[in-house]
């Protein structure tokens, strides 16, 4: 085994560059795409214009749920300097919550709330308000909730002791608790998946398609190995090629792990996003193992690098790791055969690791061609 180690360690030597690079290409990838991609959906925002005119509990809570508009920029302003930018076009819109909303609200009056601005190129006006006047109607139904639970009280004479701020923060938390305003919806007998991820990709869907490119490109080695010279010289030494190729995939599959240790604390750290680690680590195997036996099939490195590549693509586009996809979701015995749904979905065995295994092991026994 220390010789060869030592024999790859030259190889590596020589292919330093090349060899860091492709083992860190998956970190540097998702790491980039990520960080341009969350870029540009900040810039790509509507930008909209918020006028406070009174600081209140009520009109305060408005503008924070205003800020959860996810397509949507918020900028609080005075009404000056809000609709001076409105007419350079530099806000979409302007809402101005006028003095008197909250003693409104507590009077369940919903008259002359809010006033809104739009100018002659303004495009994410009507959903801007519509989700506006969405928050003003929770808010006029906390407190007419509050009123009727009055009513009833004075009606039925039963004084619970409760005010009304009690019964505001209660239906609010009924509200959250319950998720009244969210439904999913479903055509034909279709199953109904809800997902609160508003990210333009996964951090781990992106990873695992790099994570294949960059292995596949890695174990171009096989081929370099079968197209030696020094081959035929493993008839006449106590290693035979079998042996020395498993070993060297042991190598390469330690160096893989040291790069994957390190790849799930930074993504950990930098996007929050936690995997199994048992489920890498099979991920990782299965990856390396059928990149292996790829390589096995061609006898020059073009060929291969154009079918890694070919590969990656197909997988990218079906198997809905990075953008969503028609072949999952029309075809759901496809996820059997896709190589990274194991991992991103937490399981240990599919149809497609039996089959990396079994073909593995059919290679292991089959009879070498070259043997002392």
Known sequence: MNSILVTRFMH????????????????????????????????????????LEEETKASNELVQEIKTIPFAKIKELSEEVALYQLRKHELDSVFIIHNGFEEKILENSRNQLITSYQSDLSFAYSPVKEIVLSYVQQETGRSKAAFVVKELEQQYKENKGWTFEEIVA?????????????????????????????????????????????????????????????????????????????????????????????????????????INFLNLVIYRILISLAAFLLA????????????????????????????????????????????????????FVSLWSLMVILLTIVWIVRKEKYNA
Not at 25 to 37: K, Q, S
Not at 222 to 238: C, G
Not at 331 to 340: E, G, K, Q, V
């Open 296 to 347: 096995h099939l061609f006898k020059t490195a073009f060929l291969y690098y154009s079918m890694s590549f070919g590969i990656t693509l197909f997988v990218t586009i079906s198997s809905g790791a990075v953008l969503p996809s028609g072949v999952v979701s029309n075809w759901s015995w496809f996820n059997l055969f896709n190589p990274i749904s194991p991992l991103l979905n937490g399981e």
């Open 170 to 274: 209660k239906s609010n938390e009924i509200e959250q608790d319950e998720n009244l305003l969210n439904t999913a919806f479903s055509f034909n007998d279709s199953p109904v998946k809800t997902s609160e991820d508003t990210a333009l990709f996964t951090v781990w869907g992106l990873w695992s398609i790099c994570s294949m490119l960059s292995t596949l490109l890695l174990f171009d080695w096989v081929i370099k190995e079968k197209q030696s010279n020094t081959r035929i010289r493993f008839a006449f030494t106590r290693w035979t090629i079998k042996s020395y190729m498993l070993q060297n995939i042991i190598l390469y599959s330690v160096l893989f792990f040291i790069v994957d240790l390190l790849t799930v604390i930074t993504l950990y750290l930098a996007f929050g996003e936690w």
């Open 12 to 51: 590596w030597k020589k292919q330093f560059t090349s060899l860091v690079f492709w083992l860190l290409f998956p970190l540097i990838a998702t790491t980039g795409i990520l960080t341009v991609t969350d870029v540009l959906q900040e810039d790509s925002k509507v930008p909209v214009g918020i006028v």
